[in-house]
Every structure is written in C-alpha cells, then in structure tokens.
T-cell receptor, first 112, second 115 residues
C-alpha cells in the first residue's frame, strides 16, 4: 500500500541549515507537499513540488525530489527558533478525491 | 477573511457519550476531510466528502459519523463505539480537479479528551 516515512526528530543549531528527509512508495504521486505544524495548531502548507520537477526554491526553503529513489527532502537555510515545529511530508494525487498520505512528521528542535 | 474554522478547540467527553466536532469553511471548496492525529503518527483519514450530500469512509471510519448537508459545513460525530477517541482532530478542505494543485487548508484542530 501507499506509505510515507520520515525520521521523527531533528535537532539543529540556530543559523545552521536543516534537512528533513522523506521517502514515499507511490510512484503515481503527482504532487508532494511539506506542511508545518506548530504546537496545538493545524497544519500550514509550506511548499509543494510537482512530480516532474527536481528542485524548487522558495526563499529559505529548498525542496529536492529524487523520483527514481522516491526521496523528498526539505532544506531550511539559516534555521531560526521560529522554525521549531513538526514538519509533515505528504504525497497526493489530484482528480476527484484528493487523497493525501502523510508521514508521521519530523519534530525540528532549534537550539541556540 | 477566507478560512476553515473548527470548534471547540478543547472538548471533554465522558465515556459512553457521543460528541460532535464542528468544521466550517468559507473558501468555497467542494472537498472536505477529517483527520485524526495521534502522537508519533501521521494524520489518518477518517471521512471525506467531495460534494454536498455525499461522503466516503477513510482509513479509520469505525466509531465515527459525518454529514454534509451544506457545502460550508462538515461536522464529525465521535460515537460511543469509538474505543479510543482521545486524539487531536483536524478538518481540512480543498479544491477538486484533475489538473491543479490540490493544496489542503487545515483548521486549527480540536483536542478531544475522554474523561
């Protein structure tokens, strides 16, 4: 079946880059997403990448997609304490029912 | 401002009681979803609705029920048949379609605790 996997925890120093990794199994995925969840809140879309792209950059965020290995990563440059949150990778297919399969989430802790 | 609103933020339920979680959106989205979030796990889909008066079971629908009488509203009832209802519940909505980005917009969640 479809599955999305992420490591559960990442700790980085303020100012360093963070790289959060994700693997997925469904080769028919059309869009891949990164969502951010702050404590006690809903999910907020950070960025997404279409499956025919290798890379997408949006300010401090860089998404890399290796479709052959079904590997997605999110790089956050110059990580700040406000970036501390849980980051979810999700894969989705549009058309009719837009089913999203979420990973378990990576908790990013940023320390001074 | 357009958005999706869940209420209440915190909810306490006694064992054996049914409770209903509210979800309202003014984004004019056709599709709405309910997810359950447990610590250390990803979001799991409970129910989804693609259009008014229609809804489908997700991966963990047992012990839950929904209705979709209006486009804007998709309430979730947690019934007494749900054996482990304590969790964080998230509602989401999205556009439908085959070609465009299917970003899901999430509410702020309802934390349900059985006491």
């Amino acid at each position: 079946g479809e599955d999305v996997e992420q490591s559960l925890f990442l700790s980085v120093r303020e100012g360093d880059s963070s790289v959060i990794n994700c693997t997925y199994t469904d080769s028919s995925s059309t869009y891949l997403y990164w969502y951010k969840q702050e404590p006690g809140a809903g999910l907020q879309l950070l960025t997404y990448i279409f499956s025919n792209m290798d890379m997408k950059q949006d300010q401090r965020l860089t998404v890399l997609l290796n479709k052959k290995d079904k590997h997605l990563s999110l790089r956050i440059a110059d990580t700040q304490t406000g970036d501390s949150a849980i980051y979810f990778c999700a894969d989705g297919k549009p058309g009719g029912y837009n089913k999203l399969i979420f990973g378990a989430g990576t908790r990013l802790a940023v320390h001074p | 401002d357009g958005g999706i609103t869940q209420s209440p933020k915190y909810l306490f339920r006694k064992e054996g009681q049914n409770v209903t979680l509210s979800c309202e959106q003014n984004l004019n989205h056709d599709a709405m979803y309910w997810y359950r979030q447990d610590p250390g796990q990803g979001l799991r889909l409970i129910y989804y609705s693609q259009i008014v008066n229609d809804f489908q079971k997700g991966d963990i629908a047992e012990g839950y029920s929904v209705s979709r009488e209006k486009k804007e509203s998709f309430p979730l009832t947690v019934t007494s048949a749900q054996k482990n209802p304590t969790a964080f519940y998230l509602c989401a909505s999205s556009l439908q379609g085959a070609e465009w980005n299917t970003e899901a917009f999430f509410g702020q969640g309802t934390r349900l605790t059985v006491v």
